[in-house]
């Protein structure tokens, strides 16, 4: 079956910008997590997603939000880019989340100038 | 708050050769799981061996094996038989039971193969 799908895959936006990526987890798949890869903070938490619902959330600011819609896909938007935005943003998948495998899509690569 | 610690920023092996991977852990929580990642250069994180808190017995899939020292907040991935395609990023995880998913990552090991 198909894998986690992340689009896009590469992303240059300009400073105060917003951008929104797209995840469309494996079927069948309810919770949606995504994670921030950055060369100095390493591999962050930023929110997860179940049924439409943020189920848990990590410590970034509030310019960093999600959603997720009936079908499990999910979006993550940025607003009013800053430079420290500049990662890659990796998203999994799992059947509830609860005590079940995450499988992580190739990720988007953000790059703000 | 949970943390995860792999102490080896960098490790290198010569093919099929066995080579071992650090990491350390803390928590309070009394079950959880453990998990190690490889993240490639095509950047896709792919799960190499999980691991139940509650099990005593150490997990191993194929090639991979892990040595799990609960008292000590231990976790090591051993990797007999390096191959070359084993060379990548790997990542030693923490994720509570019974609370949303949420991955608490190390910082990463970076394993070399060489000829």
């Known amino acids: 079956k198909a894998g986690v799908t992340q689009t896009p895959r590469y992303l240059i936006k300009t400073r105060g910008q917003q951008v929104t990526l797209s995840c469309s987890p494996i079927s069948g798949h309810r919770s949606v997590s995504w994670y921030q890869q950055t060369p100095g903070q390493g591999l962050q938490f930023l929110f997860e997603?179940?049924?439409?619902?943020?189920?848990n959330k990590g410590n970034f600011p509030g310019r960093f939000s999600g959603r997720q819609f009936s079908n499990s896909r999910s979006e993550m938007n940025v607003s009013t880019l800053e430079l420290g935005d500049s990662a890659l943003y990796l998203c999994?998948?799992?059947?509830?989340?609860?005590?079940?495998?995450?499988?992580f899509g190739q990720g988007t690569r953000l790059t703000v100038v | 708050a949970q943390t995860v610690t792999q102490s080896q920023p960098e490790m290198s092996v010569q093919e099929a050769e066995t080579v071992t991977l650090s990491c350390t852990y803390d928590t309070s929580e009394s079950d959880y799981y453990l998990f190690w990642y490889k993240q490639p250069p095509s950047r896709q994180m792919i799960l190499v061996i999980r691991q139940e808190a509650y099990k005593q017995q150490n997990a191993t899939e194929n090639r991979f094996s892990v040595n799990f020292q609960k008292a000590a907040k231990s976790f090591s991935l051993k990797i007999s038989d390096s191959q070359l395609g084993d060379a990548a990023m790997y990542f030693c995880a923490y994720r509570s039971t019974g609370t949303a998913s949420k991955l608490t990552f190390g910082t990463g090991t970076r394993l070399q193969v060489t000829l």
């Open positions: 997603y179940f049924s439409e619902t943020q189920r």
């Open positions: 999994a998948s799992s059947l509830t989340g609860f005590n079940t495998e995450a499988f």
